[in-house]
């Protein structure tokens, strides 16, 4: 490690001030601070709060976290796959499939947003930081595994450029991210982001009955014609296959990281634990959707009003949104009391969207994307509602 620190302390003064390679210093101090503890010290005068819990560790904790949804989504790509074309298949070799076709759309979100990330910070002469170490993992989890990879590279480009630089960098953004470049691709190209394109066939032919649709698009179509949803369930090729606790375990059709509810309360876990994610926010999207479920089964003016309301918990990306998207510490709401309210209604959204809204059945990007506008107003009201509380216990 000291001749590698030598040789980054040699080629670091010909991007200081008047070196050679000046206007490359941000980029060249990124790759310094990731290789090496920046030597930074707090002011020798007033009061300093030490903290071990920095923005990069904060950062690798939710990638922790995500592992176990990255991990289950490529063997389940492989799964829907091998189920698609008919055939039998270990859990290795159904693996390995799914990481082979994850992977690159994993790379592509990074080397392409990271690229994005400098180039923005060299223009404009900012310090790299590592919030995009966090939606670099996002963005592959939320698209399905069929996506074309130069998609995922414009959605991200527009994501990092149109969600975070404009506002002025990570800690500044109003929008997620990732929510961001899953909308772009959603109005921009919806026939691959939609619909029965979550499953990889390649040159193989599906076997007859079988058609890789979501259980979120089953149930809309279901709803639409009026029949049962349960019953739509049941009657797939496979009556298993979109049984509650398949949608639970996650074995369905999906994007890659949002189909197993189980993997996302793992995440949750690690998050709460941590610190890191907020258990009101989680609580509330999951209180507010089985709340306004229950709302519509008694008023159960349609068949998707009449779906029980525990299925709205475990299909679609609810639970992924609830823990990894609307627990964002930048677009979240801040204050204690918002919080609450912010997941609730991020909750009954969701809901109020896929039941009402057919050309959008998942509803929890639009729910999130709407309550991060959301959220600094909703601080505004807790913080005001608090000064109006003290003043008047001043006044007595």
């Not at 975070?164 to 772009?184: D, K, P």
């Not at 029980?308 to 918990?313: F, G, K, T």
């Not at 609450?340 to 809901?351: A, D, K, M, P, R």
Request: net charge neutral; glycine share 8%.
């Amino acid at each position: 490690m000291k001749a590698i620190r030598d040789l980054v302390d040699k080629q670091k003064e010909r991007f200081k001030k008047d070196g050679k390679y000046t206007n490359m210093y941000r980029a060249f101090e990124a790759l310094e601070t990731f290789l090496f503890v920046p030597n930074h010290t707090t002011p020798a005068k007033g009061v300093q709060i030490r903290d071990a819990n920095d923005l990069k560790r904060m950062m690798m904790t939710v990638i922790i976290a995500m592992v176990p949804c990255l991990l289950f989504g490529m063997w389940n790509a492989g799964h829907q796959h091998y189920l698609a074309i008919g055939q039998e298949a270990d859990f290795l070799t159904k693996f390995l499939l799914g990481a082979q076709l994850v992977i690159p759309i994993v790379a592509v979100a990074y080397i392409v947003g990271l690229a994005t990330d400098f180039a923005s910070c060299v223009i404009r002469n900012h310090a790299v930081n590592e919030g995009y170490l966090v939606s670099g993992m996002l963005i592959p989890l939320i698209m399905p595994v069929t996506i074309p990879l130069w998609q995922v590279a414009i959605a991200t480009v527009f994501a990092v450029i149109i969600a975070r630089e404009v506002f002025g960098g990570t800690g500044m953004n109003v929008l997620n991210v990732a929510l961001t470049a899953r909308a772009f691709l959603y109005f921009a190209y919806p026939t691959d982001i939609s619909g029965s394109v979550w499953t990889y066939i390649g040159d193989a032919t599906a076997i007859e009955g079988y058609s890789g649709a979501t259980a979120l698009a089953i149930a809309s179509e279901a709803s639409a014609a009026g029949n049962s949803v349960v019953q739509a369930f049941a009657s797939n090729w496979d009556s298993s296959m979109y049984s509650l606790s398949s949608l639970f375990m996650g074995t369905v059709p999906g994007s890659i990281g949002e189909t197993s509810t189980l993997m996302c309360l793992i995440g949750a876990a690690i998050l709460i634990f941590t610190g890191v994610g907020s258990w009101k926010i989680i609580l509330g999207v999951f209180g507010g959707a089985y709340a306004t479920g229950l709302l519509f089964n008694a008023l159960a003016l349609n068949e998707y009003m009449a779906m029980p309301a525990e299925y709205h918990l475990v299909i679609g990306g609810l639970a992924f949104g609830a823990v990894f998207m609307a627990t964002d510490p930048v677009t979240a709401a801040h204050t204690e009391s918002a919080k609450w309210v912010y997941g609730i209604l991020i909750g009954v959204l969701t809901v109020l969207i896929r039941v009402f809204n057919p050309a959008y059945p998942e509803g929890i990007m639009l729910a999130i994307l709407f309550m991060n506008v959301m959220a600094p107003l909703l601080d505004y009201f807790v913080v005001e509602a608090n000064k109006k509380r003290r003043l008047q216990r001043a006044t007595v």
